[in-house]
T-cell receptor, first 110, second 116 residues
Framework: RKEVEQDPGPFNVPEGATVAFNCTYSNSASQSFFWYRQDCRKEPKLLMSVYSSGNEDGRFTAQLNRASQYISLLIRDSKLSDSATYLCVVPQGGYSTLTFGKGTMLLVSP | DADVTQTPRNRITKTGKRIMLECSQTKGHDRMYWYRQDPGLGLRLIYYSFDVKDINKGEISDGYSVSRQAQAKFSLSLESAIPNQTALYFC???????????????FGEGSRLTVL
């Protein structure tokens, strides 16, 4: 299994839809993980952290399943502005470095 | 002004030329990173530094070198550029080891390099 794997998409959804992304990782002893958002040709920016207990921020919910080694991101009531690439990020070596997945592209249409 | 600043933002150069990409930050973070991003390959770590005396190779350091001139400055050099080094390069800092200590990476706006 590659270190961090994501479905590249694109996920095409209409406004208002609920969409979920998964990310699998091969090896990490970290207690928390991250989802970053990257707009086209822009720098990645932190969307939310993912803890063992999960994390919710408005329309966004992140979950961690340590036993199955995957992280999920759920977006409810999708907006046009949610169109972006979502990067799953896994700490390595006790947070020495962060390994990025290749990203999942989301396209929200009117 | 941006907290993490990269220069140049765009550069076109020829094979064999030496290129330096510079990064400066005003966030007061000790940890700094250089990534490159290629379509379909995602972000890959080139070098990282935890302080001015601590430089580490990432997964794709061949063909690159770095210099940590000060806490706030971290430069990436391509001694002899080749076309497959054409990519979007990002510098980032981390708040690990600071009061916030969230592990978040703060990226510069990127430097787009084209090697002909």
């Amino acid at each position: 299994r590659k270190e961090v794997e994501q479905d590249p998409g694109p996920f095409n959804v209409p406004e208002g839809a609920t969409v979920a992304f998964n990310c699998t990782y091969s090896n990490s002893a970290s207690q928390s993980f991250f989802w970053y958002r990257q707009d086209c040709r822009k720098e990645p920016k932190l969307l939310m952290s993912v803890y063992s207990s999960g994390n919710e921020d408005g329309r966004f919910t992140a979950q961690l399943n340590r036993a199955s080694q995957y992280i999920s991101l759920l977006i409810r009531d999708s907006k046009l502005s949610d169109s972006a690439t979502y990067l799953c990020v896994v700490p390595q070596g006790g947070y020495s470095t962060l390994t990025f997945g290749k990203g999942t592209m989301l396209l929200v249409s009117p | 002004d941006a907290d993490v600043t990269q220069t140049p933002r765009n550069r076109i150069t020829k094979t064999g030329k030496r290129i330096m990409l510079e990064c400066s930050q005003t966030k007061g973070h000790d940890r700094m990173y250089w990534y490159r991003q290629d379509p379909g390959l995602g972000l890959r770590l080139i070098y990282y530094s935890f302080d001015v005396k601590d430089i580490n190779k990432g997964e794709i350091s061949d063909g690159y070198s770095v210099s940590r001139q000060a806490q706030a400055k971290f430069s990436l050099s391509l001694e002899s550029a080749i076309p497959n080094q054409t990519a979007l390069y990002f510098c980032a800092t981390s708040d690990l080891g600071t009061g916030a200590n969230t592990g978040e990476l703060f990226f510069g706006e990127g430097s787009r390099l084209t090697v002909l």
